[in-house]
């Protein structure tokens, strides 16, 4: 038994927890928020980085110190029903329903839709996606070899990708940075942290976090300590990767402006910049890149939902699971990716909040002295917030008035809850929650002991 990894081990694990979050979404994202931030940049960059990358680690390291097996074990800890419920919705949300066929969908529309015709588009995302999923099977059906693939070869290969554009933009910028755009003109920093759920990164790190702890435990760690240093430190790789992409990435949407205009996805800016530096070999590039990003992220989603179904469902198998999931996969991102997102962002605004509020509760835990009906009250007090978001987010996305019954509901809200309108309206409640529990139950054990003596 070791507490320790060399520094090459933490380089793999963390180039192969990197991977896993790196998907298409996270170049496209970044690249809008520059273009809309303008020289509210940093701010916004700020707010960006918090839930797209500091939430992750959190995740993962909440995951580490709860010392649970699973999603569905932390989750548990507020009642086992919501456990299940809430472990299937994530992992169907981050696995066939969105996240996974948002990643061939995003790597298509941006990275090859351009060499085939316009009458021929759903053609060729049919030819596009059938071949990537076949590859993320073939890498699915092989969890074990799962660091290998991805920490020692796709990975770096991502990296040296990306740096090379992003080192032409810095040298070269395109332009001047121009003035901030909608949201962006007054609070940049809380609208980037909304933009940042768009990743999704915060809900897969719950479930990469057992993927991770895993293989830190396959290389000889195994005391709590240890998987919790490892964990940290392996995050820490993987952050810092994510992050110094965010920002150049941020920065080319930035200076875009002047010479490409301003778009309403991230894709035509991240193509726009490549075919800007290097011409056609620029786009060949630009296409590596995301799929090999998308392809990634893929194998990490598919392996994550067949084992997690696979302990649901211990009779059907691995194998089956992996292949039904990918199957539907397939299908979904043949809808396209317009139809994909528009469906997912109400999704988003339900379980972002439930899933930050459950990292919270995991490290404050001992604070409350682990009661459940502290975990109860703050999850169910979020969710009522969090699934009137949901509600309002997709009335707006399929363009319809709100129901009778839930305007009243958000005028309340807006008139009694602090940042609500910011879409952060559960996080003082929540907070509020915590400390009555972990002051109340404190006093009272006082109580208690006093009587005693």
Known sequence: MKDKLSFSSYAVVGFMLFALFFGAGNLIFPAQLGQNAGTNFWPAVLGFLLTGVGLPLLGILAMSYSGSKNLQELASRIHPAFGITFTVMLYLTIGPFFAAPRTAT????????????EGSQQTGLLIFTLLFFLATLFFSLKPGKLIDYIGKLLAPSIVVLLLILLVMV???????????LGDFQGNAFVQGFLEGYNTMDALASLVFGIIVIKTIRSLGVTSTKGVLAATARSGLVAITLLGMIYVGIAYLGAVSTQELGVFTTGGPVLSGGAAYYFGQTGTILLAVILTLACLTTSIGLTTACAEYFQTLFPKVGYKAFAIFFTGITFIIANFGLANIITYSVPVLMLLYPLAIVLMLLAFLSGFFQHKRVVYAITIAVTFLISVTDGLKSLCNSLGIEYFDWLTPILSFYEKVLPLYNQGL???????????FG????????????????
């Open 106 to 117: 995003v790597a298509y529309d941006v990275g090859f839709s351009s060499f085939i015709s």
């Open 170 to 180: 810095i040298a070269k910028p395109m332009g001047e940075i121009q003035a901030p």
């Open 425 to 435: 309206g559960w996080l003082l409640p929540a907070l509020l929650i915590v400390l």
């Open 438 to 453: 972990s002051v109340a139950l404190r006093g009272f054990h006082v109580r208690a002991n006093a009587s005693v003596k």
